[in-house]
């Protein structure tokens, strides 16, 4: 099982970065899918997920109205679309798994690094 | 949100040591736990699943306990590789928080 992001970018404030996450090795369509992130030396945030066929989306309310959470179960792809982008959003973001029976990550990816500054 | 925090923060042990650190949730979560691992520079990984589940390829020295809000993961036996940080993460209702972290680091 694979998951690889991609897209993490230097970008300034009020901007917008587009990440993906391909993944391999498991049924994507089968599995909720989530963004993690990290800021860099500290802890673990949820940020959005999204059930199988992308019907439900939740986002950790300081991200909403502004990311946008998406998959393609045709491509095994997850997205995240980031707008109006703050410097406190600069973290690692983890492409990450839905456990089987409950909503633990059950699968991460080795993150990609967004970092948002002037 | 549910908040989560963890004790200690952090841990000084030497191999073969017994480590526990405890995890509270600010509400009742079930079972609905899990524990991750992550060592620098690093993702996370799934240690422990709903409590107490050890999820597959991780060594029975760790193990996990508890339910409503109170939980606990124990390493039985300290090896070279599980000096690391552990985050607890609940799983009951988005969004799915974690705790700090403690770092686990050698003696």
């Known amino acids: 099982e694979q998951l690889v992001e991609s897209g993490g970018d230097l970008v300034q404030p009020g901007g917008s970065l587009r990440l993906s996450c391909a993944a391999s090795?498991?049924?994507?369509?089968?599995?909720?899918m989530n963004w993690v992130r990290q800021v860099p030396g500290k802890g673990l945030e949820g940020v959005a997920n999204?059930?199988?066929?992308?019907?439900?989306?939740y986002y950790v309310d300081s991200v909403k109205g502004r990311f946008t959470i998406s998959r393609d179960n045709a491509k095994n792809s997850l997205y995240l679309q980031m707008n109006s982008l703050r410097a406190e959003d600069t973290a690692v973001y983890y492409c990450a798994r839905r456990g089987t029976t409950g909503d633990w990550v059950a699968s991460w990816g080795q993150g990609t690094l967004v970092t948002v500054s002037s | 949100d549910i908040q989560m925090t963890q004790s200690p923060s952090s841990v000084s042990a030497s191999v073969g040591d017994r480590v526990t650190i405890t995890c509270r949730a600010s509400q009742g979560i079930s079972s609905w736990l899990a524990w991750h691992q992550q060592k620098p520079g690093k993702a996370p990984k799934l240690l422990i699943y709903a409590a107490s589940s050890l999820q597959s390829g991780v060594p029975s020295r760790f193990s996990g306990s508890g339910s409503g809000t109170d939980f606990t993961l124990t390493i039985s036996s300290l090896q070279p590789e599980d000096f690391a940080t552990y985050y607890c993460?609940?799983?009951?209702?988005?969004?799915?928080?974690f705790g700090p972290g403690t770092k686990v680091d050698i003696k």
């Open positions: 090795g498991f049924t994507f369509s089968s599995y909720w």
């Open positions: 999204i059930k199988q066929d992308g019907s439900e989306k």
């Open positions: 993460q609940q799983a009951n209702s988005f969004p799915f928080t």
